[in-house]
């Protein structure tokens, strides 16, 4: 008979412990999918800035070659000169 109760005693104890473990290994693929999707949004934001960089400083490079004069007759052309 104690056999018989340490057996049903062995087998509630395991189901809430596999519960638990369940519970756990559940959390623990939540956080690293969080953690994946951070790492691949900060991989983004690093090329995007890569991006940016690239191209402002092919611009300081295009406008330091200009003269004087050239540079003036770009700035009235530009799309954001007005003609008052």
């Known amino acids: 008979m104690l056999g018989g109760l340490a057996v049903i005693a062995g087998l509630v104890g395991s189901y809430f412990g ?6 756990t290994e559940e959390k623990a693929r939540g956080e690293v999918a969080a953690a994946e999707l ?13 991006e940016n960089i690239k191209v402002a400083k092919n611009v300081e490079t295009s406008n330091a070659n ?13 799309k954001y000169n007005a003609n008052d």
Request: hydrophobic share 30%; charged share 35%.
């Open 18 to 23: 596999g519960k638990k473990i369940g519970k």
């Open 38 to 50: 951070q790492t691949r949004q900060a991989e983004t934001i690093t090329q995007k800035q890569a």
């Open 66 to 78: 200009l003269s004087d004069a050239a540079a003036r007759e770009r700035l009235r052309q530009s």
